[in-house]
């Protein structure tokens, strides 16, 4: 009986992989639009596709960062700049993908931008403060992927939205993983309507990688500045012990952070160019073993786990 399971689920596997192993052919062809490639995952992933001999139309917020994706790559890779916060940049971007790609339409469009500050606990923060993260890694993701849509349902293309482990289970306070949350719906729903025009939609959810976005540096920066825009009384019932256990649980994330990026561009690139992409990605083995798992636990567990790894404010009950 059990070595009939075994055999069966081990034909699954072998069927998987071998779906998963059929590339899309004429992948030379193809137009690629990819943005946050100033650095991270966005950067990589670029330079990656160019060398597999890709179109790839790189955004870039700063000047700076087109030149040095321009500087590692070949002469194919083109790049433009874009703040998805602003829809002129968008417009504007918009019009430079299409006078590229022609008739043949985008094959590929790669939401990679996004930003994890300010974060902090949710009462040290404003509304201000979570509009910042939202304009960014939802509301720019939004308008990005509506502005295209028509070029990549014309090639049949793919659309890869860049999610977080933290879009499943909801660990930091602030607006990420709203944002990430968000990320998650809105790929559900484009997947469906998008299946009848031939349109695949894949989600990664990495987990913990040191990029830009993840630098504790930053992300102790930012709570230290919520912290000294809080009133005395919200200070006392916290307490500045609280804050310096937030901070070391931060650095403490950090260093424990990969540094294998190429983990998650691989899974970005198959979803690109695998003829059978998956639905969800989940680079990491933090990712596979602890939270994606969790996501699927009773919320009272979940809840109880993350409550006895968290520091306490000085007035807890």
């Known amino acids: 009986m059990w070595l009939y ?21 004429h992948l030379r062809d193809k137009y690629v639009f990819i943005t946050g490639c100033d650095s991270g995952f966005g950067h990589l992933l670029a330079r990656q596709l160019d060398l597999r001999g890709l179109r790839v139309l790189a955004a870039c917020l700063t000047e700076k960062g087109a030149q040095q994706l321009r500087d590692q790559t070949s002469d194919r890779l083109e790049t433009v700049i874009l703040d998805v ?34 974060t902090a606990p949710n009462e040290w923060l404003t509304k201000h403060d979570f509009m910042k993260i939202l304009d960014v890694n939802l509301l720019g993701l939004l308008e990005v992927t509506l502005s295209l849509l028509s070029l990549v349902r014309k090639a049949r293309g793919r659309v890869v939205n860049v999610s977080s482990v933290v879009g499943r289970v909801s660990l930091l306070g ?4 709203i944002s990430k949350y968000g990320v998650e719906a809105f790929s559900d729903s484009l997947r469906r309507e998008l299946s009848y025009f031939g349109v695949k939609v894949a989600l990664i959810e990495p987990g913990f990688f040191k990029t830009n976005v993840t630098s504790p540096e930053k992300i102790s920066r930012a709570i230290q500045e919520a912290w000294d825009r809080v009133s005395p009384e919200v200070k006392e019932i916290y307490g500045e012990k609280f804050l310096a256990s937030v901070k070391e649980s931060v650095e403490k994330l950090g260093s424990q952070c990969y540094n294998s990026l190429y983990l998650v561009t691989n899974c970005m690139e198959h979803a690109l160019t695998a003829c059978h ?27 109880a786990m993350v409550y006895w790894r968290s520091p306490r404010p000085i007035k807890a009950l």
Not at 174 to 177: A, L, W
């Open 277 to 303: 992409p998956r639905t969800r990605y989940s680079p990491g083995w933090d990712a596979k073993l602890l939270f994606i798992p969790m996501s699927y636990m009773p919320t009272w567990l979940v809840d």
């Open 85 to 118: 916060t602003k829809t002129e940049s968008i417009s504007a971007a918009t019009q430079w993908v299409k006078e590229r790609v022609g008739d043949g339409g985008l094959w590929g469009l790669v939401n990679n931008a996004g930003i994890s500050i300010p």
């Open 174 to 177: 602030g607006g990420y993983c």
């Open 5 to 25: 399971a075994a055999a069966l689920v081990g034909l699954c596997y072998l069927l998987r992989w071998y779906r998963e192993k059929q590339v899309v052919s």
